[in-house]
């Protein structure tokens, strides 16, 4: 059973950067693809962003293309989201999940507990 721990979130001023790290409890996190999604209070989750297994492929949503970027350390089983640019409506729960990469939440077989993300305007 893979377990992820999310952490790095936080308080942030708008424009802002905050690095989230998703932690891997065991070998497979390496060969998954690893994605982030968010959801804010009152709101549906979404996509954040995805990386496949290997870290040579990566998708992110048009809301935070060119100012996320996600990476990983399979040395290290993290996935990290960098976040720069921070927004208001970034606000949000963030999570990771592993699995096979896609845009959709169900297609992930693990899931972490979330990090909260909060961006003061």
């Known amino acids: 059973q893979e377990q992820l721990v999310e952490s790095g979130g936080g308080l942030v001023q708008a424009g802002g950067s905050l690095r989230l790290s998703c932690a891997g409890s065991?070998?497979?996190?390496?060969?998954?693809?690893m994605g982030w999604f968010r959801q804010a209070p009152g709101k549906e989750r979404e996509f954040v962003s995805a990386?496949?297994?290997?870290?040579?492929?990566?998708y992110y949503a048009d809301s935070v293309e060119g100012r996320f970027t996600i990476f990983r350390d399979n040395a290290k089983n993290t996935v990290y989201l960098q976040m720069n640019s921070l927004k208001p409506e970034d606000t949000a729960l963030y999570y990771c999940a592993a699995g096979s990469v896609s845009r959709r939440w169900d297609a992930y077989d693990y899931r972490g507990q979330g990090t909260q993300v909060t961006v003061s305007s």
């Open positions: 990386i496949n297994w290997n870290g040579d492929t990566t």
């Open positions: 065991g070998r497979s996190s390496r060969i998954y693809a």
